[in-house]
């Protein structure tokens, strides 16, 4: 028996509001987790296991929420697309992080909805508004900041770990728009997940071996950080994200995502000690008021 329908609502309770602050936490955290993860284990290793451990808990989500995984839905051509842009994007994230600070790459990948309008405006026809572009400015000159902050520069290597974060985040776009202009856009999103997760998982694999050894200095902290990233960050809150998305308007959720970076800054350096320099916030206000303002421009 499956659960019942979701209720739709026309704005944002309490519930809404606390799980949206929850999920941009969580997120902006993963960073750290990530750094945390890849001192233990080779970061490519982890990548793969990551996605392996959630596709089969998102297949058993499926099954307990009664979603069809195998019906001829023309989406399997888009969904393999989907899954390799996924795997190439968490590859340059784990190898990314590994290069430079948690704080310096969360603000790189939090620059995707920029990608994903400029791609849109050339590939799927949505108009590029001077809102949009606006939003787009000011992020890139938070970019621009990121790159010239000398002081939270941990060494000469990080200046490539951030290059990584921000291909990254444009590979992240591109699987968003291959989701957009596909039939993947018609079937439910635990199933466009499952995609994404599964074959990032195959094709990831045999490049393991370019980023070292499988361990590193294995402890209980870097599994625990693996385990957390697997089992609640992309199993759990993908999940909560979903059902949050079919209950309440999408461009209300959307204001939330200037969170995410902040949450990321803050964590790289409470937690990690990273320094936190006058250039890292300004950049972090250009990026963020720039996702807002991108935000209220799909209004």
């Known amino acids: 028996m499956n ?3 979701a209720v739709r609502h026309d704005r ?32 490519l290793a982890v990548a793969v296991f ?31 697309v989907a899954g390799v842009l996924f795997g190439a994007e968490f590859a340059l994230i784990f190898i990314g992080l590994d290069l430079t600070t948690a704080a310096r790459g969360v603000l790189m990948v939090n620059t995707m909805p920029f990608f994903v309008a400029a791609g849109a405006h050339l590939w799927l026809g949505e108009r590029l ?5 606006v939003g787009m400015a000011l ?11 000398k002081l939270s520069l941990p060494d000469s290597r990080a200046l490539i770990g951030d290059g990584l974060m921000l ?12 989701i957009k202009g596909s039939r993947l856009s018609a079937i439910a999103a635990e199933k466009v997940l499952l995609y994404q997760l599964a074959v990032s998982a195959v094709v990831t694999a045999p ?3 370019l980023a070292g050894p499988l361990m590193r200095a294995v402890a209980p902290l870097p599994i625990a950080a693996v385990l957390f990233q697997a089992m ?24 939330f995502a200037f969170l995410s970076p902040a949450f990321g800054v803050l964590s790289g350096g409470l937690l990690l000690g990273e320094p936190l320099t006058w250039r890292l916030f300004a950049a972090l206000a250009l990026i963020g008021l720039g996702l807002y303002i991108a935000g209220r421009a799909k209004r």
């Open 139 to 149: 992020a890139f000159s938070g970019v621009a900041l990121v790159f010239s902050d």
């Open 167 to 178: 291909g990254a985040a444009a590979l992240w776009a591109a699987t968003t728009l291959v």
């Open 50 to 80: 990551r996605a392996a451990l959630a596709s089969l808990l998102v297949a058993l989500w499926c099954r307990y929420r009664g979603i069809p995984l195998f019906d001829r839905d023309g989406a399997l051509v888009a969904g393999i």
């Open 12 to 43: 944002l309770d309490g519930f809404a509001v606390a799980a949206m602050i929850g999920l941009t936490m969580t997120w902006g955290f993963n960073q750290v987790a990530i750094k945390i993860g890849n001192g233990g284990f080779n970061p």
């Open 232 to 255: 609640f960050v992309v199993a759990f809150t993908y999940v909560v994200w979903f059902g949050l998305m079919r209950r309440y308007p999408a461009s209300a959720l959307s204001n």
């Open 129 to 133: 508004t001077s809102l949009k572009l």
């Open 207 to 209: 490049f393991v071996g």
């Open 3 to 5: 659960p019942p329908a």
